[in-house]
């Protein structure tokens, strides 16, 4: 049973997961860089680079949310960058960002469903994700969706949350996870729901070598996983 963020609400995962991003949406943005020190920015900006030897000229944010890595993606001079999201609150919130910008012309925000892409077949670059592969209802057909609109030669990022292994900072780790990030989440966001479905879907979440696995049924070729900042995050990387 997949981990959703109303337990006692009706819905599917997809359902919940885009009321809860529109509850949080306006404060989405501090709590991540609050939360996480800031070290999201740099996650970010380290998978990115990974990218800049291809230079893809058209790429496809997914979960785009507020539009962070998308506007990050601009490092790489690309012609156009599409983010979608199942969230409407999230997408609002980062249009608004990419108008102070002056950015509307590069990167377009849209609704869209990752295991249903509006898109035809081989027509990105490159694909990237940040902590949104995790929401998915359904993770290989949302990935096999991503293999299918990406153009052979392509490559696909994922940034994602992974779980610590190693003494102290698994324990220290989990400990901030489950009792400390859901009190803030909760007294900032107004939604209680929201950071504690957070460690929770994180810990079910299949990382490093298990998301691996599920990378390559889905298409994806010469995988690799690089661990950041002592196993919180990884990046998952896949070409065409």
């Known amino acids: 049973m997949s981990v959703v963020p109303y337990k ?3 819905g599917t995962k997809r359902e919940q997961v885009a009321e809860m991003f529109d509850n949080i949406s306006p404060k989405y943005d501090l709590l991540n ?21 291809q230079q893809p000229k058209v790429i ?26 199942i969230s409407e609150g999230m997408l609002a919130v980062g249009r608004e960002k990419i108008a102070k910008l002056g950015k509307q012309d590069v990167i377009t925000l849209q609704s869209g469903d990752s295991e249903s892409l509006a898109f035809t ?10 902590f949104g592969v995790r929401n998915f209802q359904n993770l290989l057909a949302g990935l096999t969706e991503m293999n299918r609109v990406m153009k052979p030669g392509g490559t696909c990022v994922v940034v994602e949350f992974s779980k610590p292994k190693s003494f102290p900072f698994k324990q220290i780790y989990n400990f901030y996870f489950k009792y400390i990030l859901p009190i803030i989440g909760k007294t900032v966001s107004k939604d209680s729901a929201a950071y504690t479905y957070l460690p929770e879907s994180v810990q079910a979440f299949p990382d490093g070598e298990a998301f691996l696995d599920i990378y390559k049924k889905a298409g994806f070729i010469n995988t690799k996983c690089i ?14």
């Open 33 to 53: 860089h609050v939360l996480s020190a800031g070290v999201d920015i740099y996650w970010r900006k380290r998978a990115i680079k990974l990218l800049k030897k």
């Open 227 to 240: 661990s950041l900042t002592f196993g919180i995050c990884s990046i998952y990387v896949g070409h065409k």
């Open 8 to 10: 006692d609400k009706e």
């Open 121 to 130: 077949n081989n027509y990105f670059d490159a694909i990237i994700v940040s």
């Open 60 to 85: 496809l944010d997914i979960a785009t949310g507020t539009g962070d890595f998308a506007i990050e993606a601009l490092a790489l001079n690309p012609e156009k960058v599409i983010g979608v999201d």
